[in-house]
């Protein structure tokens, strides 16, 4: 169990910061709502960061491990 969960805690820290941020509010705020309220929430999350740098460097990345 200790080598799966260090290799998933590896995998997280590759994020970057406001990702793993992100998800860890996302989730703490969907442990106390309805699933429609949740999915407004991750709404207004994503349309806040659409045009940030970190989102850009995000998806840079993401599109970098598709061409692979």
Do not use: C
């Amino acid at each position: 169990l200790l080598p799966e969960t260090i290799k998933l805690a590896e995998e997280i820290a590759q994020n970057p910061p406001i990702v793993v941020s992100g998800v860890k509010q996302l989730l703490n705020y969907m442990e106390s709502h309805s699933t429609f309220e949740g999915m407004e929430y991750v709404a207004l999350w994503n349309a806040t960061y659409l045009d940030s740098a970190d989102f850009r460097e995000i998806m840079a990345k993401f599109m970098q491990k598709l061409k692979r």
